[in-house]
């Protein structure tokens, strides 16, 4: 299988690179060698490469920033998606692309399906569900991917601050009323790959076969301030902390550039009943993630 990555250094792309290796060529870029921005060499690169398979981990991922970088979060979340959407569907590969809980507003109550309407808050929010919609248009071999609050071991996240946060505050101040899924890139990641190993010879017609988008993330969810304390208690270095109290702390505590909706849970049914796979509950997917060796 011939796999183009793009943005094999971010969070998911680091760890799709990995996944995928035994799947055949894998060729991965980032920025600068790919600028999403630049969508003629973009097409380009594409035409150049023929892949069978395009992985888009790309994303502008800067929640709060993107309020006063509206048009690189557009270029780079809604446009170019439809740009390697519109490629893929000229060379004939299938095009993965990823998106995120917060396409919904958080107001539901309860986890989202695919079916429930969006309403997305926020620049970042907006972009990347404008995205989805440029892949939904532009070819019909697609997967869309949406996961959420996604976190890695290497590279500065939610769950590597709160370890900063430990080693340089004695009381810390979570939000118990954010409430999302956890999801180890490196599971989302194998998912990925596992689905792609599953095509037997004809990624088109696999990925054809059931094009659209799916919820793919950690399961069970939890809020801001579990997730943390499962962090804390998981730390593979826990002597290092020096936090003595968590407190409990609201949302509207911590006023932020972008606003954050409250509760996106993603209800994953639908990918587990179309290929029968799911992704480890989120505090079985955190202790791995932590082991040392990782
Ligand atoms: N992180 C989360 O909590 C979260 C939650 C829900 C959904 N998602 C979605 O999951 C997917 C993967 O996210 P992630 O956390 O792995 O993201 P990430 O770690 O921020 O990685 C994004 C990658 O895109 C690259 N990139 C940004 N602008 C670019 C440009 N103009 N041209 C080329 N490359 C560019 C970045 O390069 P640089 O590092 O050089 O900027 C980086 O390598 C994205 O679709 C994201 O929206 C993420």
Redesign the pocket.
């Given at each position: 299988m011939k796999i183009l990555l793009?943005?094999?250094?971010?969070?998911?792309?680091f760890e799709l690179e990995r996944s995928l290796a035994c799947l055949g060529q894998v060729q991965g870029l980032?920025?600068p060698q790919?600028?999403?921005?630049r969508p003629d060499e973009v097409r380009q690169l594409i035409r150049a490469a023929r892949p069978q398979v395009i992985l888009?981990?790309?994303?502008?991922?800067a929640v709060d920033r993107a309020e006063q970088e509206e048009a690189l979060a557009m270029?780079?979340?809604a446009l170019?998606p439809g740009v390697l959407a519109q490629e893929a569907h000229q060379v004939g590969a299938a095009l993965i692309?990823?998106?995120?809980?917060?396409v919904f507003d958080g107001l539901k109550g309860s986890p989202y399906h695919e079916t429930d309407p969006t309403n997305p808050v926020g620049v970042y929010a907006v972009s990347?569900l404008a995205g989805e919609r440029a892949v939904a248009q532009n070819t019909d071999v697609y997967w869309t991917f949406?996961?959420?609050?996604?976190?890695?071991t290497r590279?500065e996240?939610?769950a590597t601050k709160v370890l900063q946060w430990s080693r340089q505050q004695t009381r810390m101040r979570l939000v118990t009323d954010q409430i999302s899924n956890p999801?180890w890139?490196r599971m989302l990641a194998e998912m990925t790959a596992n689905l792609l190993a599953q095509a037997k010879g004809d990624v088109y017609a696999w990925v054809r076969q059931h094009q659209g988008v799916y919820h793919l993330a950690g399961g069970g969810y939890a809020s801001r301030m579990e997730w943390a304390q499962e962090i804390l208690a998981l730390d593979p270095n826990k002597s290092e902390q020096i936090v003595q109290e968590v407190l409990p702390a609201k949302v509207a505590d911590f006023p932020t550039s972008a606003p954050r909706p409250l509760f996106t849970a993603l209800d994953c049914s639908h990918f587990e009943q179309t290929f029968g796979l799911t992704l480890p509950f989120w505090k079985d997917a955190l202790r791995l993630a932590f082991q040392p060796g990782r």
């Open positions: 793009l943005g094999n250094t971010g969070q998911l792309g980032d920025y790919l600028d999403l921005t888009n981990a790309t994303a502008y991922t270029a780079v979340n170019a692309h990823y998106s995120t809980d917060y990347k949406r996961t959420a609050w996604v976190y890695s590279r996240c939610f999801t890139c």
